[in-house]
């Protein structure tokens, strides 16, 4: 792939994106050398960094099996990233047909890839910035969206590895307008990088090579958080058991019949599905 055209216009491929890192990280074909040199300097310095990329999407596949066994038909992802095997929809519509899904990212790449597999079916990809939630809260109430997710019934909104993204003084904001604004029966996903586990397994060194990758690289800061700072974001959300985990430890048995699954492995993330 030498180029590609978005609405945007063209993309810059000599610059790495995390979209694109984390598409290489999982096998996918969606990604440039800048990207592929950017994820061999992470797997340098982590050499599991694919196995905590697959652990993720694991989690994030049960945990929207689980919410659309409860009935919820319609899911926001938010930074959805480049579409692999096991998408969202594919895993909501395999349980109700009826499932509508919005993918929403800031990579032009992530959502041209999204389109191209969706095909015009009834689930949409929309380029845009969830840390600008109002903007997005009146894109999805001002335009044909809202036949695709409609705010005043339950949505499921799936945070999956993307809030490490949003600094500190920023993610409340980021995170409550929308979640204050969803519907009684609404879920939120979030899956994050646990301050505690990434310190328990790596040296500082590591932590901050890492960290620079993707500064350096991608022009995206990390940050970590703990387990009480994760559990504030869910708001008045009550958190479903097995509770805020490693993603190994959430709801692992339900990997097994999934065709997409390896084993669960272990993985500095913490994860929760909460309900309203
Ligand atoms: C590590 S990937 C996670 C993809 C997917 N959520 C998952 O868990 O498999 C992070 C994604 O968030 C996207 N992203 C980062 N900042 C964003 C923003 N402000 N608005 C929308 N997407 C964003 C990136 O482009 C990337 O695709």
Redesign the pocket.
């Known amino acids: 792939m030498t180029d590609q055209r978005t609405a945007a216009g063209s993309v810059d491929f000599g610059r790495a ?7 290489y990280l ?1 096998g996918g074909e969606r990604n440039f050398p800048a990207d592929r040199a950017a994820a061999h300097q992470l797997l340098q310095a982590v050499p599991e960094a694919r196995d905590i ?1 697959w652990s ?2 694991l ?2 596949r049960r945990a929207v099996h689980v919410l659309a066994e409860t009935g919820i038909r319609q899911f926001l ?6 579409p ?1 095997q096991g998408n969202v929809h594919e895993v909501a519509q395999a349980i109700a047909p009826d499932s509508r899904v919005l993918y ?4 032009p790449v ?1 959502v041209v890839a999204s389109n191209e597999i969706l095909m015009g079916g009834p689930h949409r990809a929309l380029e ?5 939630p109002e903007l997005l809260l009146d894109t999805l109430t001002d335009s044909d969206l809202a036949t695709v997710i409609d705010l005043n019934r339950p949505v499921a909104v ?5 809030l490490q ?2 600094p500190d003084n920023r993610i409340d904001a ?1 995170i409550a307008p929308i979640r204050d604004r969803l519907a009684p029966g609404s879920a939120m996903v979030i ?1 994050h990088l646990s301050a505690a586990d990434v310190t328990d397994a790596y040296d500082e060194t590591t932590v901050s090579t890492a960290k620079s990758v993707f500064r350096a690289q991608a022009a ?1 800061e990390i940050t970590l958080r703990t387990d009480a700072q994760l559990g504030a974001l869910f708001g008045d959300f009550t958190i479903m058991a097995p509770g805020l985990v490693p993603l190994s430890d959430w709801r692992p048995e339900l990997s097994g019949p999934d065709p997409y699954a390896t084993a669960p492995t272990r993985s500095p993330m913490h994860g929760a599905v909460a309900t309203r």
């Open positions: 994106t995390v979209a694109r890192i984390y598409d999982l990329a993720n999407r989690f994030l992802d938010l930074g959805s990233g480049i692999t929403v990212d800031i990579d992530a845009g910035d969830f840390t600008q799936l945070y999956c590895a993307v993204q949003v980021v899956s995206t």
